[in-house]
């Protein structure tokens, strides 16, 4: 009897070894092989796709901006898109994987997480943080999750756009956030020269005298005061 059970069992066993097999090949989503035509930006090129040529909108990221008509060239651009360049133009296969929302934008451009032999070039760019996760819709987010522990992880690190604090956000970049970091550390080294720097002794009429760090003879000067 208990031969009979083994035996009848193998089926069922077999069975779920084919529905697990099955399952797990749902979960290998369909890629299309491209050609590479350009490279606009850190999160946009364009693409050879039967016999024509497509702009490519890197889903669920941003990187800065290199020639925006009004924002122009943002921190951190130029490393994004070069390191975009490198990474497509050296590969040996460039293939395009969509999400089951929208395949394109409001500039109809294809929408589509972008490989390059093998490894998404979003979370690249997120490793060495010269992108942010952005423009996150519910119907194209297949990988938000995973890319969001690489931001996050690049964020620890300090690395790319997030050496500034708080260039990146999450409503985009925000150069004028390194103008006020500037004035705010010349405003500290003024304060430092009006404050602590200054050397002041008394003459033998007894005046005082102050001398700054552009004074010419401050370097010989003992301070007194």
Not at 118 to 132: D, S, T, Y
Request: charged share 30%; hydrophobic share 30%.
């Amino acid at each position: 009897m208990k031969l009979l059970k083994k035996v009848l069992g193998i089926p069922v066993v077999l069975i779920l070894i084919t529905f697990i097999i099955a399952c797990s090949k749902q979960d290998e989503f369909e890629r299309v092989v491209v050609k590479l035509d350009k490279v606009h930006d850190g999160d946009t090129i364009s693409v050879i796709i039967n016999g024509e040529s497509e702009t490519v909108r890197f889903l669920l990221v941003d990187t800065p901006e290199t020639s925006h008509p009004r924002l122009g060239e943002q921190l951190f651009g130029t490393e994004a898109k070069e390191y975009t360049k490198k990474l497509v133009e050296r590969a040996k296969k460039v293939e395009l994987e969509f999400d089951i929302g929208p395949k394109r934008d409001k500039y109809s451009r294809l929408l589509a997480y972008v490989y390059v032999d093998g490894k998404m070039v979003q979370e690249e760019l997120l490793k060495r943080g010269l992108a942010r996760v952005a423009y996150v819709y519910p119907s194209n987010s297949r990988y938000l999750e995973q890319i969001r522990v690489i931001e996050e992880e690049s964020k620890g690190k300090g690395i790319g756009t997030w050496e500034v604090e708080n260039y990146s956000q999450e409503d985009g970049f925000h150069p004028e956030v390194m103008e006020s970091q500037d004035k705010t550390s010349v405003n500290d080294k003024q304060n430092t020269h009006n404050g602590c720097d200054i050397k002041g002794n008394i003459n033998s009429k007894g005046e005082k005298i102050y001398h700054t760090p552009d004074s010419p003879w401050y370097e010989q000067t003992k301070a007194e005061v």
